[in-house]
């Protein structure tokens, strides 16, 4: 990027026309929002096998794991076997960083239950979940076979709750779990944008080759440096 790489400089009057214009596209964009939504609402559901996970009490049933509420919302954080803190995925990392005890409090109030399921081993997710600091229920599927089965993470779903019945209402990957990720939507916000070469973006703004390769500094995704200041070996 060059220092001249900026946005065009224009007079308050010009700037507010063009920041009107966009206005009209964003509304658009939020009422396609709102219809996408309208659509999801009205999904069928599918009927879910009996199946357990394990947490901190041993075996527990999908049916369980929604601790009284009637929805169930589960993200699938991709694992890396016996593998140390820092080669563990910098995206699923990065997804967990905003989902607080503040944001679960308020997907209750709507009767949401949110949790994370991993084909880890127990004891090493709950590690890692401790290392975070992070206090989300965690359970190890390694041993659900295929009921829960995903392309080994990243996949987010939901999950509705009747008497003794679970179902599978909704499911998405890849980009479709932005939701959980408020920094690209903040980023989006702002004149760089996220910083990537799939971005349409002016000529000389400032653009990394991969997507998400900022999510990982110094061997670590980046999460992991408000954690601890330890070199990777």
Same mark, same amino acid.
């Given at each position: 990027?060059?220092?001249?790489?900026?946005?065009?400089?224009?007079?308050?009057?010009? $700037?507010?026309?063009?920041?009107?214009?966009?206005?009209?596209?964003?509304?658009?964009?939020?009422?396609?929002?709102?219809?996408?939504?309208?659509?999801?609402?009205?999904?069928?559901?599918?009927?879910?096998?009996?199946?357990?996970?394990?947490?901190?009490?041993?075996? !527990?049933?999908?049916?369980?794991?929604?601790?009284?509420?009637?929805?169930?919302?589960?993200?699938?954080? &991709?694992?890396?076997? =016996?593998?140390?803190?820092?080669?563990?995925?910098?995206?699923?990392?990065?997804?967990?960083?905003? &989902?607080?005890?503040?944001?679960?409090?308020?997907?209750?109030?709507?009767?949401?239950?949110?949790?994370?399921?991993?084909?880890?081993? $127990?004891?090493? !997710?709950?590690?890692?979940?401790?290392? &975070?600091?992070?206090?989300?229920?965690?359970?190890?599927?390694?041993?659900?076979?295929?009921?829960?089965?995903?392309?080994? =993470?990243?996949?987010?779903?939901?999950?509705?709750?009747?008497?003794?019945?679970?179902?599978?209402?909704?499911?998405?990957?890849?980009?479709?779990?932005?939701?959980?990720?408020?920094?690209?939507?903040?980023?989006?916000?702002?004149?760089?944008?996220?910083?990537?070469?799939?971005?349409?973006?002016?000529?000389?703004?400032?653009?990394?080759?991969?997507?998400?390769?900022?999510?990982?500094?110094?061997?670590?995704?980046?999460?992991?440096?408000?954690?601890?200041?330890?070199?990777?070996?």
């Amino acid at each position: 990027m060059t220092e001249s790489a900026t946005p065009r400089i224009v007079g308050s009057d010009e $700037w507010e026309r063009a920041r009107a214009e966009l206005l009209d596209r964003e509304k658009a964009h939020t009422r396609a929002g709102d219809g996408l939504a309208a659509a999801r609402r009205r999904l069928p559901m599918m009927r879910m096998e009996p199946v357990e996970v394990v947490g901190p009490d041993g075996s !527990i049933s999908l049916h369980d794991v929604f601790a009284g509420r009637r929805m169930l919302l589960v993200y699938h954080f &991709m694992w890396n076997e =016996g593998a140390p803190h820092d080669k563990q995925c910098e995206g699923c990392t990065h997804s967990q960083a905003a &989902m607080n005890a503040a944001v679960r409090a308020y997907l209750a109030e709507r009767d949401v239950h949110y949790v994370v399921f991993s084909s880890g081993p $127990w004891n090493e !997710i709950v590690a890692y979940r401790d290392f &975070m600091g992070w206090t989300t229920p965690w359970y190890s599927t390694a041993d659900s076979a295929d009921v829960l089965a995903t392309r080994n =993470g990243g996949d987010l779903r939901c999950y509705l709750r009747t008497d003794d019945e679970v179902f599978k209402t909704y499911e998405t990957k890849w980009r479709g779990i932005e939701a959980m990720l408020p920094t690209l939507q903040l980023l989006d916000l702002t004149p760089y944008g996220r910083q990537e070469a799939w971005e349409d973006s002016p000529a000389g703004w400032p653009q990394d080759d991969e997507a998400g390769s900022w999510w990982r500094r110094d061997g670590r995704p980046v999460a992991q440096w408000t954690r601890t200041d330890a070199t990777v070996e």
